[in-house]
């Protein structure tokens, strides 16, 4: 997250546009002063009443691939292992915020709302906290809450450049406006093969039946969806087993036909489509040190860069430790050949 100034380019940004989010500034001279140029990319979403879903956000104008939606930090904070101390912890890091925060965590979804008042911060922060820290803590933001669930998502989020408990939000694809922005809350892998039914069990955890796009196809469309997803899920399985005994040209075989899948429904697992292409490229440039089938490999890896740089600072800097991984890897591949 840049906290420069936004019109003079300061280091000692200290604020935040309180209508995105997205932009700095060190005085509120420099901010009004910059307002006629910042309207107009200012706010990217509103939150309202969404049918059927309580409450969500739709885009407030036009948002392109890669268009960060917002970026926040965490207003609350638990590590995984404080669970016997969680109430207590919860409760004085929230009566340090200002009342408009503690305001707004109240207003996210409670599972319980005529439930016991001494458990609802409790209650709203198992809701609605996500993981980070690589899992090992849970972190509670007050806008990202807001995004509803889809097995067909068209934003993602990862962690911010400079605080790895910042979170940004980007567009996965393009979204005009007064669509919902929605999300898969269920890991980008796992969401590529599971099956609806599968996908189902494992939103329990946040009390509701998904009926996004995808969910309510007609039944045999539905079946022809679990299906390519199971196939994406056998050929994944197979790479691992051919490259055990080092059968290479197999598991390119395997990678190039999963990512012939994944493409098929592409929409709804854009988020790991760079990590299919890069195993592309990566059993490909094995192939090619080791003296096997040689094919332009630049393709994969190009798509690969394109999506994880739109995607954000996470994925690119995963996409960067994963090339110089392939790279060290067929080093030590070619340095053994040569002995």
Known sequence: MDTKCSLCKKESALHCCSGCGLVYYCTSECQKEDWKNHKPNCKTFIVKKIENKGFGMVAARTLNQGDLV?????????PKEESARRARN????????IKSKQNQILSLHDDNPSGDENSKLRRIFESNAIDVNNAQSAALYTNIPRINHSCSPNVIWGYGKNNPLSKEV???????????ILANYIDSWQASFLSHIHRQKV????????QCRVCSLPADKLEENDGIRQKIFIQHSLIPKYMSSWNV??????AKMKLKLSIQIEEEILSSLPSTLLETYELL???????GQSENTKPYLEKARKLSTAYGYSFLQGFNEKVQSIENQCLEIASRKAR
Request: include cysteine.
């Open 70 to 78: 917002l970026a926040e930090n965490p207003v609350l904070l638990l």
């Open 90 to 97: 919860l409760q004085l890091q929230f009566e340090k915020l």
């Open 170 to 180: 980007r567009a996965l694809k393009k979204i005009s406006k007064g669509d919902e």
């Open 203 to 210: 939103l329990e955890r946040w009390n509701f039946v998904c």
């Open 249 to 254: 040209a197999k598991a390119v075989e395997a």
């Open 285 to 291: 440039r094995i192939a090619e040190v080791m003296g």
